[in-house]
């Protein structure tokens, strides 16, 4: 038994590594610690161009150096109701003159004008000077050859020989698994597009993602077979632990979860809604001036864009920038883009907190998770938690009574369980998360408490 405990001890010391704290700064992060990531540097993927400062990370696959601001093509400017190509191209050439180098766009944008808008704006340039990413989107008909016409007419919109960034587009919606097996994989759809990457004419694949979430993990279980080097989700400081209470799109799974999945997995993030549908660009006031205290310079979207940024698995985050304005905007941003330090990543924590308030576990008790092959009492844990919140003794940093609510909190949870009990001891192994009913990403959870009460 003392063997086993030892290699328990091995395995919560990694645990705790990968989470980028240890069992005293984990008490110290309180609830929300989405500073955890504060304190990962990101030397090994980012890299600054003298030329023109843009911050760019490197695909760890194909060692594509991507500038870390993406151009979304969805929203191109307008005029006498068509495509303003003239300022399509102004706006191109002001981008790659400035550093970015990343354009992504779909079939479906503008009815496919937007490929065919960016294969004109692009083809003036070399094409070794960009990346261009588009995406296999969802169609009346599901059939092989219906996606090979699809992927085919994107080559010839695009003016190119090959794809940088191939994507499923939108999987996890419709019903779930059932759509994704007839729109890539009953069909055979998706073996062809691996013999395409393996051609060459496809460099990166692969998929964004929405809604359910089974659907995510599926293909992330499987990566071994297909071999998706980036996931496209989104992700903003509201998403991180708020997604469920978003609008559009049903989320089943927070950005938290979704990041930091493909992060264990080796896989690199695209960001889409960095600005959560342009909402964090203007803040209720009290949060503003929060922000503004802290840096008077920096406006919302700065901020939301930084706090973004600052997490080392992101290859890119895409924003729509319709006018020349917003595109100097955003370029200056990111030239070089300024990381979060530890304090204003709690400082963003403190304003998703009161701008969505603190969600609780919707745990039902009703043990189909149990026993944990660990000892967790993962219901246990959750009630303590949940009871927290909703009694409103739940510790929120920057008020007065932080450290006591800490320290309550942390006493509670001993006085409710067993020491052998407690979600430090959680291995993150996994086996409850197809037992759950709710769908609740426990690790994950076990995770947030970790952070709460440490590892004694």
Known sequence: MKGNDNKQDRTRREFLKRLGTTSASAFLLGGFGMQVYAGNKMNSTKQTDGANGMTYRINRHTEDRVSLLGYGMMRLPQ??????????????????????????????????QSEVSTGIALHRHPRNSYYVATKLSDMRDHSLEAGQKMFKTSLERLQVDYIDYYLLHSVGGGKGMDTLNDRFINNGLLDWLCEQ?????????????????????????????????????????????????????????????????????????????????GRLAKVPSEYEELMRAADPDDTPAKWAFRWVGSHENILTTLSGMTTMEVLQENVETFSPLQEMSEEEFDLMDRI???????????????????????????????????NAVNSGSFPKKGEDSYKKKVKALRDS????????????????CGQCLPKCPQSIRIPNQMMRIVELIGEK
């Open 413 to 428: 949870f001993k006085k409710k369980l067993k020491s052998e009990e407690l979600a430090t001891k959680c291995m993150e």
């Open 352 to 386: 998703a907190t009161g701008m969505k308030g603190i969600p609780v576990i919707p745990c039902t008790a009703c043990q189909y998770c149990m026993p944990c092959p660990f000892g967790v009492n993962i219901p246990g844990n959750f009630a303590v938690y949940n």
């Open 197 to 277: 990457r393996d051609k060459g004419l496809i460099r990166n694949l692969g998929f964004s993602y929405h809604g359910d979430v089974k659907v995510f993990d599926w293909l992330l279980d499987n990566n071994k077979k297909y071999g998706f080097t980036f996931v496209q989700i989104e992700m903003n400081y509201i998403d991180w632990r708020h997604a469920g209470q978003g609008e559009g799109w049903k989320k089943d799974a927070d950005a938290e979860y979704l990041y930091q999945k493909c992060e264990r997995m080796g896989v690199q993030n695209v960001v889409m809604e960095p600005l959560l549908g």
């Open 79 to 112: 005029k006498d109701g068509h495509i303003d190509q003239e300022m399509v191209n102004r706006e191109v050439d002001y981008a790659l003159e400035h550093g970015v180098n990343y354009f992504d766009t779909a079939p479906v944008y503008i009815h496919g």
